[in-house]
């Protein structure tokens, strides 16, 4: 019997299945809240320098840029005096006494003047945001194998509720970006162990459905931000509204069961037996739960129990041959994706479209591009989807350095298609690093995998300050980027149709067969295949 079967007895497909993954989706959706929320929070604004005292506004005191527009940063130093020389030759001055801003909308930028010189510092908030989530993996991560599933994803939905809240009533900037921080480290809490606990509770045959549906919860939450964003204007007010609801989330993950293989694997087999007659009951087999025992619960968990003795460390993906060229080619490919995607998600205010209605376009892209992803996997494989997607996304923002900026048009729709290019590849990466690491070192496979998109992801705002340089320095590098990683990836073998591997033998067996000359492929049977888990950029990394 495997556990597939003792779900069955349990109900694989029962009432607490639904009210499972939905307790689970609720959080994705409000996720991509928190992910995208400097979006709106720390937008700026039209903006010139205040007048000093008993000046007003006008020409005499703004010099005008090279573009015919105000000048942000600068002011004339003698605005008063109208015997001085025209404009081009007075000498001009910073903003001494601040800025004025043409919005009704406040935000971190307009609270605390992150423009002109300071302007670096938006994103650093983002960089640190980042770093947060970075952190919070290989923290969380650790402390998830060592007290449950369960134990983190509670903790964390109280970290971010309280951070996100706290960010909220911050007094000054750097306590802001500390809560910024903690917030993504409870993110990455939450993407850790709602990935495991949701697979783990459904059937095989259900597995790709109910990813799927989770995946599109984070979707759906891209369309809620900028309507909320339009609705509060007041950027500490929207930070307390998309954080309170984590803590009703907190209350609601007590009902939610712990993974049954943590606890079987760390030797609390008796408490896996109650929950199992606790969902058999909740599904109405209350006498099919009861028929469970200790002993084939334990036995149809055998050959799992024996691969997690099995000890590798991230050593050894650098160590044996084939894995250090898969690894360098799978880190190069995640760094990419999760560097470019997040250069043109946190730079939708730089297209000169409305805020908000190019932000909700950006997560409609979303949806038809994870399903055309579903449909390439399945017919033309992961290989030649996962490299198609990068190279596509990087001629997308390369192809935005040579299109005016006057074309807002044009740009918004390279940007639009570039993003969903980048969607596409995160979706093909969850399943593929999956199948192409052997279940013995699987875990940290996916673990190292996704320190580096954290990374990409980290480094990507950095990115944007090179602007001040030249303005089209930030979009080659990015696309360049790109690029590279959808070249990495034409180095990585199919796996569609393949066995997955169990063992580092398996995969050297595989591709010693890959060397032979083409037969038939073996096609693997449903219960062994790893689902298609086509969540957002925050989500899978498990």
């Known amino acids: 019997m495997t556990f597939s079967e003792i779900l069955d007895r349990v109900g694989s497909m029962g009432r607490f299945q639904f009210l499972h993954v939905a307790i689970l989706g609720l959080p994705i959706l409000n996720m991509a809240n928190h992910n995208l929320l400097q979006i709106f929070t720390a937008a700026t604004p039209v903006h010139h320098c205040r007048p000093p005292p008993n000046a007003s506004a006008g020409p005499w005191v703004i010099p005008m840029g090279p573009n015919g527009k105000p000048e942000r940063c600068l002011r004339f130093v003698h605005p008063s005096n109208a015997s001085l020389p025209n404009d081009t030759q007075r000498s001009t001055e910073p903003c001494l006494d601040g800025w004025v801003y043409n919005s009704t909308k406040d935000s971190i930028v307009t609270e605390w003047n992150l423009v002109c010189n300071s302007n670096k510092l938006k994103e650093m908030a983002q960089s640190i945001f980042m770093a947060g989530i970075l952190i919070g993996g290989l923290v969380l991560g650790d402390l998830s194998d060592r007290f449950g599933r369960r134990p983190i994803l509670t903790c964390s939905y109280l970290l971010l509720a309280a951070s996100g809240s706290g960010a909220a009533f911050s007094p000054t900037f ?182 908000y209605i190019l932000q909700i376009i950006f997560g409609g892209v979303d949806i038809p591009a994870k399903f055309i992803t579903i449909l390439s996997l399945s017919y033309l494989g992961r290989h030649t989807t996962q490299a198609a997607a990068l190279l596509l996304a990087g001629g997308a923002i390369l192809a935005l350095t040579f299109v005016p900026l006057d074309l807002q048009t044009v740009r918004t729709v390279l940007a639009v298609f570039g993003k969903g290019c980048l969607s596409s590849s995160f979706s093909c990466l969850f399943l593929y690093t999956s199948e192409l690491y052997p279940t013995v070192i699987r875990q940290t496979g996916m673990g190292v995998s996704n320190l580096w998109t954290r990374v990409g992801s980290m480094l990507s ?82």
Request: proline share 7%.
């Open 461 to 542: 705002p950095l990115v944007k300050i090179t602007g001040e340089v030249q303005p089209f320095i930030p979009n080659i590098i990015y696309g360049i980027t790109a690029l590279l990683g959808g070249s990495a990836a034409l180095f990585l073998p199919e796996t569609l149709n393949q066995p997955l591997p169990e063992t580092i033998e398996d995969l050297e067996n595989w591709s010693l067969r890959a060397k032979e000359p083409k037969q038939e492929p073996e096609v693997e049977k449903a219960s062994q295949r790893i689902p298609l888990q086509p969540y957002g950029p925050d989500l899978g990394s498990s």
């Open 174 to 355: 750097p306590v802001y970006v500390v809560f910024r921080f903690l917030c993504g480290c409870g993110i990455s809490g939450i993407t850790l162990s709602t990935v495991i606990l949701n697979v783990e509770w459904v059937p095989t045959r259900m597995r790709a459905i109910m990813s799927t549906a989770l995946g599109y919860c984070y979707t759906v939450g891209q369309f809620i931000l900028p309507g909320l964003a339009y609705a509060i204007p007041q950027w500490r007010w929207l930070q307390l509204t998309v954080s309170i609801p984590f803590f009703i989330f907190f209350l609601s993950s007590w009902w939610t069961p712990e993974s049954i293989r943590w606890l079987v694997l760390t030797g609390k087999s008796s408490k896996a037996l109650k929950i199992l007659r606790r969902v058999a009951a909740f599904n109405g087999k209350k006498e099919e739960g009861e028929r469970l025992s200790l002993e084939e619960l334990k036995l149809n968990l055998q050959k799992e129990i024996s691969l997690a003795k099995a000890k590798y460390t991230a050593a050894d993906l650098f160590r044996i041959p084939m894995l250090r060229r898969m690894t360098f080619c799978l880190s190069l490919a995640w760094f990419a994706t999760g560097f470019a995607y997040y250069s043109l998600a946190m730079g939708v205010e730089e297209f000169g479209v409305n805020l």
